[in-house]
């Protein structure tokens, strides 16, 4: 898709499309029209009860008055309350209206007041993000004629006062590559878990490499070099399957780089639960383990290009979790690289335990100043966030006000949950140091973020339960159902910001 800025005047934009929008508190107050237009407009307000309240539309023909053929009008309700998620639900849903009427072409009059009041590059970049993610298909297996019935919208016109012109244009740079890296992610987590296996995402790992120029090393450590590092905890969740596990590490260094960070995504390409089986229904879903995974090779695949003055280091211990003749059972005790000892009480806790070893490498060979680990690992998170709202634990509180901040930035919501000391009780263990499920049924999510915290020693680290918002179980404005590649916008907003 091609976006475009312009100043240019609105009545002659050629486009099918004309977008413009207006909240609750104007009364259809749109200068920029012409006189006719609006006499035309107020009539066709009255005559439909149109209050331009949120998600309201009101489509006008303009009766030449424009070079468009179609004007729509978006209401936005009130105009006081502003972020740039409701920005972005916004565009998606005036997106998907849009899209009924199926034009090549179309041109979307920004508010000034949203380049006002909120950063002007990121508002840019917000809405054509969200003008990518909302027109997002995974077509792959479809067959030919219902792909090209998908296939219209070519270019997109953003029309913005001339004064903020340039500002704009940094944030069309921006999401040249956050939407490239997100849908990079979606197709990823939605491919087929037959077709994502652990040595597909070491080798799309070791393409990425590839393509960066030097800039970006790959390396895949194979089952008897994990053996060596004493992986256990690791090796124990791969050995039900008849895959072979790849331990994943990117390293992306620029010529001057301020700090070192290592991100970490849980790489479960499909989790049955293993001996402790899943039920079908809950297994349907279970190809989205690997999401977090596609958010660091998502990441991976732009940071070059984004520009990052950060030393990165990517880590995926990608393996399935299968039940099988070899694989681990409930009762077993498995030894992490860092030499502490779990007992495997619910096979199905296991991203927690490939985890372990991620972080116990980053902690002992990486030395960063900072760990990110990204994790679709707990359905306690879901109960508690619910669908849309990823839970953030992290012991530095410096970082945990950095990652807010990018995550109101991009609109992707995240809510800081506690690191409860006292809860530490419920994963010791009568047999080894701890236990990979807890006693009792509460409080699931945040202890399974305490079992992560006994590897990270005194490291500077936050991690992210993403089982909510990795994965639309239905179709929603921003999303088809599927893999949504939450935490990339996040994750290059923190990279990049000073
Ligand atoms: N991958 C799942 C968590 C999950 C569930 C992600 C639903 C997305 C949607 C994880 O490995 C898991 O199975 N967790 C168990 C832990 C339990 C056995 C302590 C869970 O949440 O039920
Ligand atoms: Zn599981
Ligand atoms: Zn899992």
């Known amino acids: 898709m091609k976006f475009l800025l312009k100043s240019s005047a ?18 259809i107050d749109l200068p920029f029209l012409p006189k006719e237009l609006i006499s035309l407009l107020e009539k066709s307000k009255n005559k439909e009860k149109f209050e331009a309240k949120d998600g309201e539309f009101l489509v006008v023909a303009p009766h030449g008055y424009l070079a468009a053929y179609k004007l729509l009008i978006a209401g936005v309700g009130t105009e006081e309350i502003f972020s740039y998620y409701q920005i972005q639900k916004c565009i998606a849903s005036t997106i998907r209206k849009i899209n009924e009427f199926k034009p090549a072409k179309i041109a979307l009059v920004i508010p000034p007041i949203w380049l006002e009041r909120l950063s002007a590059p990121l508002v840019t970049a917000s809405i054509i993000e969200s003008v990518e993610l909302a027109s997002y298909r995974f077509m792959k297996y479809k067959s030919e004629g219902e792909q090209n019935r998908n296939r219209n919208l070519e270019e997109v016109i953003l029309q913005v006062m001339p004064n903020k012109l340039a500002r704009c244009e ?10 490239k890296a997100v849908l990079f992610a979606r ?3 939605n491919e087929p878990a037959a077709v994502t296996t652990p ?63 290592v991100i970490i995504g849980k790489g479960i390409t499909f989790d049955t639960g293993g001996l402790s089986l899943k039920s079908a229904e809950n297994m349907e879903t279970m190809k989205l383990d690997m999401s977090g995974a596609a958010v660091i090779l998502a990441v991976f695949s732009v940071l070059k290009e984004a520009n990052i003055d950060l030393e990165v280091t990517g880590i995926i211990a990608a393996c399935e979790n299968m039940p099988s003749g070899k694989a681990v059972k409930p009762g077993d005790i498995l030894t992490a690289m860092n030499k502490k000892t779990i007992e495997v009480l619910n096979t199905d806790a296991e991203g927690r335990l490939t985890l372990a070893d991620a972080i116990s490498y980053a902690v002992i060979k990486e030395k960063p100043d900072e760990i990110i680990d990204l994790a679709t690992l707990t359905g306690a998170c879901m109960v508690a966030l619910g669908q849309d709202i990823a839970g953030l634990w992290v ?63 005194k490291t500077k680290w936050a991690h992210f339960d993403i089982a909510g918002p990795a994965f639309a179980e239905t179709d929603t404005p921003l999303t088809p159902r599927g893999g949504t590649g939450f935490g990339v916008r996040l994750l290059l907003n923190f990279l990049s910001s000073k």
């Open 10 to 27: 609105v009545a002659k934009l050629d486009v099918d499309v004309l977008t413009v929008f207006s909240s609750d508190k104007q009364n």
């Open 170 to 179: 940094e944030g069309l740079n921006i999401a040249r590559y956050s939407a």
């Open 187 to 189: 197709d990823l987590v």
């Open 199 to 261: 040595s597909y995402l070491a080798n799309l790992a070791k393409s990425i490499g590839n393509d960066a120029k030097g800039i970006t090393k790959v390396t895949v450590l194979e089952k008897e070099e994990l053996i060596k590092l004493g992986m256990g905890a690791f090796l124990g969740v791969s050995a039900g399957s008849a895959e072979e596990p790849k331990f994943i590490r990117l390293h992306y260094k620029p010529q001057k780089s301020r700090k070192k960070v």
């Open 395 to 457: 012991n530095d509180e410096l970082l945990a006000s950095q990652l807010q901040k990018s995550a109101e930035l991009t609109g992707e919501n995240i809510w800081r949950m506690p690191l409860v000391k006292e809860y530490k009780e419920l994963i010791k263990s009568g047999v080894s140091d701890i236990k990979n499920i807890q006693t009792g049924k509460y409080g699931g999510a945040i202890t399974a973020a305490l079992f992560l915290q006994e590897f990270v020693g």
